[in-house]
């Protein structure tokens, strides 16, 4: 799903630098080969679809991000505790604290996750860069829209190359445009970054569980062993599976 997102970002991201291209040509008095407003419909176009998958991928990235918190209360042996399990989802659209909980629970999660983790091991500088790469990077891709859109003529899905009175429109449209196309690049980096994220958890979450003791995934411990060693005391033979059952008393 995040490689869909990263196709049709860069889908937008080749419109728009077009449409700016077309915008210059406008601003420096040639004709441009195309309207440039013509382009309002295919981005429109893939408006729609675009929509769908962030808001899917935002459910299963949810899902995920739960699970992950939720395994790090099972491992053992942890001396640094992060935030509630609910924080997981309820730290996403809390106002405030959404700005700062989520990757705090990231970098928990990843600490915590590392099979190291108990003999002092956890996240590294390296991975510290990639956790606030990934969210500063999709911050920024969640709040350039709210001034991208107050930035020029070019805002208005309706406008066209023949309602532009003066030079500065027609340079205001392209430079809306370039930083429309700008902010998809953003995405398709925050992208980037959350597969690498959820990539490297996910494997050391893996490589935490195949290091638990056996009885963390529910396997009985065997309860004969210790009549077993009884009787091998005794000087009796030690058989196989012997039963859970006491040696025989010896009389005389």
């Known amino acids: 799903m995040m490689g ?3 196709l049709v970002s860069a889908f937008a991201v080749v419109t728009l630098v077009y449409r700016a291209g077309l915008w210059d040509d406008i601003a420096h008095g040639r004709r441009p080969a195309r309207e440039p407003n013509e382009f309002n419909d295919s981005l429109a176009l893939f ?3 675009y929509s769908f998958v962030q808001l899917a991928l935002m459910v299963v990235f949810l899902i995920w991000f739960h699970r992950a918190r939720r395994n790090i209360d099972t491992y053992p042996g942890q001396a640094r505790r992060t935030l509630p399990s609910g924080w997981a989802i309820g730290g996403w659209f809390c106002p405030v604290v959404n700005l700062w909980f989520p990757p705090r629970i990231t970098v928990d999660v990843w600490r915590a996750s590392d099979p190291r983790a108990q003999h002092g091991g956890g996240i590294t500088r390296g991975g510290l860069v990639l956790v606030w790469g990934w969210w500063i990077t999709f911050v920024a891709a969640m709040t350039i829209p709210l001034g991208v859109r107050y ?7 309706e406008i066209s190359s023949l309602l532009v009175d003066t030079v500065a429109d027609a340079e205001a449209a392209r430079t809306v445009s370039l930083v429309k196309a700008g902010l998809f690049v953003v995405q398709i980096v925050a992208t980037a970054l959350a597969v ?5 958890i996910t494997t050391l979450q893996k490589k935490r569980e195949a290091t638990l003791p056996s009885p963390a995934f529910g396997a009985p411990a065997p309860t004969f062993a210790p009549y077993a060693v009884a009787h091998a005391t005794a000087g009796g033979p030690v058989l196989p599976g012997a039963p859970n059952t006491p040696p025989p008393l010896r009389l005389g």
């Open 151 to 157: 930035l020029g003529p070019d805002a208005d899905p």
């Open 196 to 200: 690498a994220v959820i990539a490297h």
């Open 47 to 49: 408006w729609r679809p």
């Open 4 to 6: 869909i997102s990263a």
